[in-house]
């Protein structure tokens, strides 16, 4: 019963009914939503939480669904018709001449000229964090202002389970004045990892544990990765006690090292730049010519002040498109781990560094299951390239659309591992249906098993999986309007003896 219409059942006619019967193996938190059309940007999901059928450790006093999601008053068509014909449409702070003033002040003319001619190249600008922006994020519902509130006394152990089920937005959240303890991810429990603050990827679940002592508000801050707004709730002692709601903190801009291309940055001509050496090849390997960027040296760095005045953005953040990358070579016997630049340790799903000021961040790499399990080693592995074409606005797993590929097949039973490669400048959350997926975050024995794995740009990860559900299942990005556009398989799990 982790059908998708039109794969595993025929999906829920208008004024039908149709009742799930699934037999409960498993607790923790998990959400359902629609897998029709964009119906789960347009509201149709909710919680599931499954309780154990014994007390479980950690104790708690208090449980809370903490449900975060992407609310637009575009209807999602309107939205996915806007990214397809425009696929910057929602990045609206592109940076300006101005900013590229500033930069020259700041890092000089040089660095400045080169970052953007890659940026240029790339066809990306460094604000394109997130394709969607203009959301009202919710808690459970409720917008910040309504503000979602969960009662406590001081002391007590709350639960909180965190969800997203956004379309298209990951979170980071935090709890100023309190310390979370992560319990379990993805519905399974963890060894404890206490942290300051946790990103959740779409459609991933944390349940957390906090113990306010202070009689006092606690602000649940869950600000949208791209910094373009928050999701907001209270826990308090009664309702309509506040805290204070933190500022946004300020918007990221990703660098070049952020895309693992910093390598000798501003010591070489650009034009000499080998594509392959840094990390995306593809561009390299590409059998059409990577256009020319768009960039007159002259008008960027002297010269033409009178651009100054434009609010129009730098001629080279034309942006069409980083799908460019990585089209249609997959015949290429390059193996692609070559081209991940070695600082993103390719064989470990590592996230996000605790930073320098004593904050300590979640990484993959934190999360542990409490009991070691072993598994057979996997008999084959699979690589799936997580590719796309930003100007076309449609998104593809090695270089095929879901309507051009053929479906992924498993026996069942067997032991797989799964290469995800992600040529791209965008997360993909990856979302198996039907199967565990075992992170290769570098625990051996204690990897996690999780339903949603978040590949981040540029970056390889590795998970191990049986196939121990017979039958028709999806794969996909979860992010709604790249699986809509195509970042899709179909999984079949067939019998092992068949020819
Ligand atoms: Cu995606």
Avoid at 406 to 425: A, L
């Amino acid at each position: 019963m982790d059908g998708v219409p039109g794969i595993s059942f025929p999906g829920i006619k208008p004024g039908e009914t149709f009742t799930y019967r699934f037999k409960i193996r498993q607790s923790g938190t998990y959400w359902y939503h629609s897998h029709s059309g964009l119906q789960e940007q347009a509201g149709i999901y909710g919680a599931i939480v499954i309780l154990p059928a014994r007390k479980e450790r950690p104790r708690y006093d208090r449980d809370y669904v903490i449900l975060l999601s992407d609310w637009s008053d575009e209807r999602p068509e309107t939205i996915l018709d806007n990214l397809k014909k425009q696929s910057d449409y929602y990045n609206y702070n592109q940076r300006t001449v101005g900013d590229f003033f500033r930069d020259v002040g700041k890092n000089g003319l040089r660095a400045t000229v080169s970052d953007r001619l890659m940026w240029g190249r790339m066809r990306m600008t460094p604000t394109d964090i997130a394709d969607v922006t203009r959301y009202t994020f919710l808690v459970n519902g409720d917008n910040p202002k309504r503000n979602w509130t969960g009662l406590f006394k001081p002391g007590e152990k709350i639960r909180l389970r965190f969800i997203n089920g956004s379309a298209m937005s990951y979170f980071d959240v935090a709890i100023p004045g309190l310390k979370m303890k992560v319990v379990a991810a993805d519905g399974q429990n963890v060894k404890p990892v206490p942290v300051d603050k946790f990103r959740i990827a779409v459609a991933e679940t944390y349940d957390v544990i906090v113990q306010p002592r202070k009689k006092a508000a606690y602000t649940i801050f869950a600000e949208a990765m791209d910094k373009s707004g928050y999701a907001r709730a209270t826990l308090a002692l009664r309702r309509g006690m506040e805290a204070p709601i933190p500022e946004l903190g300020k918007r990221p801009l990703l660098t070049m090292a952020d895309m693992g291309m910093d390598h000798d940055m501003g010591s070489k001509p650009m034009d000499g730049m080998d594509h392959a050496a840094i990390g995306h090849g593809d561009m390299a390997l590409k059998k059409t010519p990577m256009p020319e960027p768009e960039v007159d040296h002259a008008a960027m760095g002297h010269g033409d002040m009178a651009k100054i005045k434009q609010p129009e953005p730098v001629p080279a953040m034309d942006h069409a498109a980083m799908g460019h990358m990585d089209m249609g070579n997959t015949k290429t016997k390059q193996p692609m781990a070559r081209k991940i630049p070695a600082s993103s340790k390719p064989r470990r799903a590592s996230r996000r560094s605790s930073s320098s000021n004593g904050i300590r961040i979640l990484r993959y790499s934190d999360l542990k299951t409490r009991r070691a399990y072993r598994r057979a080693k996997p008999e084959r592995e699979m690589e799936l390239r997580l590719t796309g074409n930003m100007e076309r606005y449609f998104w593809s797993i090695n270089g095929k659309k879901f309507s051009e590929a053929e479906p992924v097949r498993f026996r069942h039973n067997e032991r797989v591992r799964v290469k995800f490669v992600n040529t791209t400048m965008m997360n993909h959350p990856m979302h198996l249906h039907g199967h565990w997926m075992e992170l290769d975050n570098g625990s051996g024995n204690f990897r996690p098993r999780k339903h949603v794995i978040n590949v981040e740009p540029g970056k390889t990860v590795y998970f191990d999986m049986t196939a121990d559900a017979m039958g028709e299942w999806a794969f996909h990005c979860h992010l709604l309007y790249h699986m809509a556009t195509g970042m899709f398989r179909k999984v079949i799990v067939e019998p092992a003896q068949s020819s």
